[in-house]
Every structure is written in C-alpha cells, then in structure tokens.
C-alpha cells in the first residue's frame, strides 16, 4: 500500500528565511504521481505541483522549488526568502497509476504547519 | 465556471441525526471523490467514483454512504451521526486518470453534539 510520510509536523521561521517541507513516500508501482497543496489559514486547498514518477527534473516556480530523487523517495519542496502569506499546512500526496482504470483517489500526508513570523 | 461546489459550509448535528452533504461540479469531470480532515491528521479517502452509477469505498467508508446518478452530483449521506464524524469534509473531481490535478470543493465543517 502506499505511504506518504511528513515528519515536519511544524516549522516557525522568521520572514525571508528559506525553509524545506521534507516528503518521503512509499509505493509499490513504477509508475505513480506526487502533488502539494496549500491550505492556508481560511481552509481551502490550493494546486501547488503535480510531478510523474518518471521525470526528476528538479522544478522551480518563482520562490518554490521542488527536489524529487527517486533514489530516496523523496519529493521535498523549498521556499526561499521565505514570506508571512506562506504561513500555511502544506500537504504532500501520493497517486499510483494501476492498470485496469479506477482513479481512487491520492494518499495524503499529515501535513507541515508552515509558520513564519515577520 | 464555479469548478467543485459544496453545501452547507458548516453544520451542527446532534448524535444520531443524519444529514446529507452536498457536492456538484460543472467540469463534466468523472473522478469524484469524498474526504475527511481531521486535526494533524492530513485527508483520508471515504469514497470515490469514477463515473455515474459507479461508487466504491476508500479507506474510511464506515458511517458514510454515497450515490452517484449524475456525472455532476456526488452527495455524501451521513446516516447516524456519531461524534467521531466531527471532521471537515471535502469533495473533489478529477477530470481522468491519476496524473490530472485535483479540484477540491471549499469544504464543509460538521460537528457532531
């Protein structure tokens, strides 16, 4: 079964610092996808990344970048110059490609409670 | 475009009481699926669907039940409340496959009294 593991239960800095929400997963398929999402304060969830298993291109979206490595299971992401509106829970998911169809749904981790104090 | 629509956004229940959560989207997407949040806990998979008339259980279907006579319409029945249904609750869809993004409703904060 898959697994999606977020040790970083929380983490406070201070405003422009960087920060790095760790992501280790666990899957028996060759073929999976690892998203993040944003929930800040007011509870929506927010699209942040989808990657495929089989491209490690590192990525970078202005602040945010994203370090998956197979070779550790680990799809770790990086705010840099860290901002108070990034204060949020980011979650770390997990979604195998089984033959046969049936989309059932992504495996989530516990969540990071990002804090950052000005 | 509204994308994942959710009703009510907060509701108190007493024990035993049931209640039905709402969810529509106008994507014309077949994956829908229900979650529930709990504190530090992430999102856990009640139920999903992969198309109308089709339903299947996720890892925590117990309490729930769900029908899907519509590509659009995917409600979540809550038959017996109990206070270990106090939870958030989203919905979200899926246009096909696995690879696509997920679109999450607002979602619904119920407590159970």
């Known amino acids: 079964a898959q697994k999606v593991t977020q040790a970083q239960t929380e983490i406070s800095v201070v405003e422009k610092e960087d920060v790095t929400l760790d992501c280790v997963y666990e899957?028996?398929?060759?073929?999976?996808?690892l998203f993040w999402y944003k929930q800040p304060p007011s509870g929506e969830l927010v699209f942040l990344i989808r990657?495929?298993?089989?491209?490690?291109q590192n990525e970078i979206s202005g602040r945010y970048s994203w370090n998956f490595q197979k070779s550790t299971s680990s799809f770790n992401f990086t705010i840099t110059a860290s901002q108070v509106v990034d204060s949020a829970v980011y979650f770390c998911a997990l979604s195998e490609a089984r033959s046969g169809g049936g989309a059932d749904g992504l495996t989530f981790g516990k969540g990071t409670h990002l804090i950052i104090q000005p | 475009n509204a994308g994942v629509t959710q009703t009510p956004k907060f509701r108190i229940l007493k024990i035993g009481q049931s209640m039905t959560l709402q969810c529509a989207q106008d994507?014309?997407?077949?994956?829908m699926y229900w979650y529930r949040q709990d504190p530090g806990m992430g999102l856990k998979l009640i139920y999903y669907s992969v198309g109308a008339g089709i339903t299947d259980k996720g890892e925590v279907p117990n309490g729930y039940n769900v029908s899907r006579s519509t590509t659009e319409d995917f409600p979540l029945r809550l038959e017996l409340a109990a206070p270990s249904q106090t939870s958030v609750y989203f919905c979200a869809s899926i246009a096909d496959g696995r690879s696509a993004e997920a679109f999450f409703g607002q979602g619904t904060r119920l407590t159970v009294v």
């Open positions: 899957t028996r398929d060759t073929t999976y996808y």
């Open positions: 994507m014309n997407h077949n994956y």
């Open positions: 990657r495929n298993s089989f491209d490690e």
